[in-house]
């Protein structure tokens, strides 16, 4: 296919559904904050209720992240940063774009591995996976590495609309650049702060329920 | 300019040289004595005048291009000091010292600081970067072009193919074939023209081959050093909403 065609629908994939399902991600998680322990199950019993739910999954998650993701890494490749030479705001975004895709793209496949793919072998049930987080967010080295994958994904979400903006000339003059610049900073500063105070929320005792499970899991990995 | 009286005596230069065009480069020091307005490319004339370097050796004197040496050709693009800029607009009192002169390797090197800016130009061919008015009978006047786009338009206009914005660009390289912001902002300029305007879909099209538009990843380094003061990055994003547009009318097929 040519360039231009699987640009832009990497460009679109990273928006719609990628950049809609990692907004949904953060609010079931703020359940967690909201709701407790009942209030996150409900969330993700609410999510696995809908119809469809394995398409949806397919279509809206794993075939757009495995394109977005696989092509996104060859984006990278390509690039040859040049910090070193123009030590500005713009480039400085530019080359984190490229970074936080990379811890991204090692992110999700871990978290995906130490909790979707634990459901879908039959490890844990969808209402444990609030002890399964507990116990993983309860180990302080593992606490760590979430905010690191977390921090990288809210940057490379936030300033991704930034750069689809551009790039699909809603965003022409330096003007409109700017102001999406701020907007852009201020969608960082609260999916990260939402993302942050759920996870932190999940090392609450009340979400110790499924611990043994968890651990028996944890023993499994 | 009691200041430049009190200037050390000489000015040292770093540069990187390359015999040929397969050779490895290599670097050589010259010092140089100081004198009131030097720039860069008299420094290099009076190297080619007495090519002896900071040893004292006796070298071959290095080659460089240049032409208007007033900051309208393009010719004499060369890295100094880090930045992609024009050597007869680089005046040693402005600069850091010692003075680091290298080739724009973003492009092929001829011999020195000499490149072969050749893909510059087959890019304003590819994207059609002119109006067709020739026909075998008078078309007569064009329509007339808005005086306010007309003024906008100029600034367009005033690029020199130089090249700094491609040596700027983190992605235009080796990896990637990218046209690079000068010929997409040319392409602006064009379909703005009320007659250009009447072959602008050619121009996009060109800009949707492999290498096209897409390379753009919105570093804007090429804004920033581009010596004219051209608004590239908004010449950028216009052609992605054209391109973009563009693409659903094709789809559409209107
Ligand atoms: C799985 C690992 C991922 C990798 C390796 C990756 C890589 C990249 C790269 C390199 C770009 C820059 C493209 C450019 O500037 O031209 C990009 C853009 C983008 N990414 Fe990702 N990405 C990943 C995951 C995600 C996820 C999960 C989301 C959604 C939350 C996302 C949303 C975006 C958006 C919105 C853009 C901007 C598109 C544009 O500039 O047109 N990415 N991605
Ligand atoms: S756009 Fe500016 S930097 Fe690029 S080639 Fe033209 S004059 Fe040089
Ligand atoms: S010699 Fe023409 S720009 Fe420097």
Known sequence: ?221 | MAETATAPKNVKFIITRQDDPQSSSYVEEFELPYRPGMNVISALMEIQRNPVNAKGDSTVPVCWDSNCLEEVCGACSMVINGKPRQACAALIDNLEQPVRIEPMKTFPVVRDLVIDRTRMFNALKRVKAWIPIDGTYDLGPGPRMPEKKRQWAYELSKCMTCGVCLEACPNVNEKTDFIGPAAISQVRLFNAHPTGEMNADERLDALMEDGGIDGCGNSQNCVRACPKGIPLTTSIAEINKQTTKHMFKRWLGV
């Not at chain 1, 703020?30 to 407790?36: H, I, P």
């Not at chain 1, 794993?62 to 984006?75: A, D, E, N, R, S």
């Not at chain 1, 039959?122 to 080295?141: A, C, K, Q, W």
């Not at chain 1, 750069?163 to 201020?186: A, D, E, H, K, N």
């Open chain 1, 1 to 221: 296919m040519k360039g231009f065609y699987s640009r832009k629908i990497h460009s679109l994939l990273g928006v719609i559904p990628l950049g809609a399902f990692f907004i949904e991600h953060m609010m079931t998680n703020f359940a967690a904050v909201e709701g407790g322990a009942s209030g996150f199950t409900d969330s993700v019993i609410w999510l696995n209720s809908l119809p469809l739910v394995f398409f949806l999954e397919l279509f809206g998650i794993w075939l757009p992240l495995l394109y977005h993701g696989v092509y996104g890494l060859y984006i990278a490749y390509q690039s040859k940063p040049n910090l070193n030479r123009f030590n500005i705001e713009r480039n400085w975004r530019y080359t984190l774009q490229r970074i936080t895709g990379i811890i991204t793209f090692v992110f999700i496949i871990w978290h995906l591995f130490q909790t979707r793919v634990q459901v879908a072998v039959g490890s844990v049930e969808h209402e444990e996976l609030g002890g399964l987080m507990h116990d993983i967010v309860t180990s302080p080295l593992m606490l760590t590495l979430y905010i690191i994958g977390i921090v990288a994904a809210c940057f490379h979400f936030s300033n991704g609309l930034w750069s689809f903006l551009i790039s699909w000339g809603i965003t022409v003059g330096p003007r409109s650049q700017r102001v999406s610049s701020y907007l852009c900073l201020g969608i960082f500063v609260l999916v990260t702060f939402m993302f942050l105070i759920s996870l932190v929320t999940f090392r609450d005792a009340e979400f110790q329920t499924a611990a043994s499970i968890a651990q028996s899991i944890k023993s499994f990995i």
